[in-house]
């Protein structure tokens, strides 16, 4: 997928959230959740985030594969977890509900995650092109299902 739609999915599980518990800082929270959702693609130098950090993506790209570790249930739980624990228990909340909506919707793609790289295999391999039509149709649908959650949040 591309760094929008992760960013737009992210979002709508992040606002889900939101509906149904009370955060104090609701901007920040939402700010974890789009770290999370862009952070499993450092183990891609060319990517969105990867970019802004060349030198380490690449690295990681070279000696851990993308779509690899960074993509996998251990890193869904160890990064968070980290934050969880040392920092704040809201905020490790988001940042896993950032990553693992990242980590879900490339299971989605052809080509697919390992959720338990690189010890064990375990894939999920979906149908949809990266860049495709259809994932341009699932960036829109979702969008408009932000806006509806962000309207809710605000106005009820």
Do not use: C
Request: glycine residues 8%.
């Amino acid at each position: 997928m591309k760094f929008k739609t992760h960013l737009t999915f992210g979002l709508f599980i992040g606002l889900l959230y939101l509906t149904y518990a009370e955060v104090q800082n609701k901007f920040l929270f939402i700010l974890f959740v789009m770290l999370g959702s862009g952070l499993p693609d450092i183990d891609n130098a060319s990517s969105k985030l990867g970019s802004k950090i060349w030198p380490l993506s690449k690295l990681i790209e070279i000696f851990l594969g993308h779509r690899g570790i960074f993509h996998s249930i251990w890193l869904i739980i160890l990064i968070p977890g980290i934050v969880y624990l040392y920092l704040s228990k809201i905020y490790g909340i988001a940042l896993f509900i950032g990553y693992f909506s990242h980590v879900l919707m490339d299971g989605f793609t052809k080509k697919g995650v390992n959720f338990l790289n690189p010890f064990l295999q375990l894939r999920l391999n979906g149908f949809i092109e990266t860049g495709s039509f259809l994932e341009a149709v699932i960036l829109v649908a979702v969008a408009v299902l932000d806006t509806a959650l962000i309207v809710k949040l605000i106005f009820f």
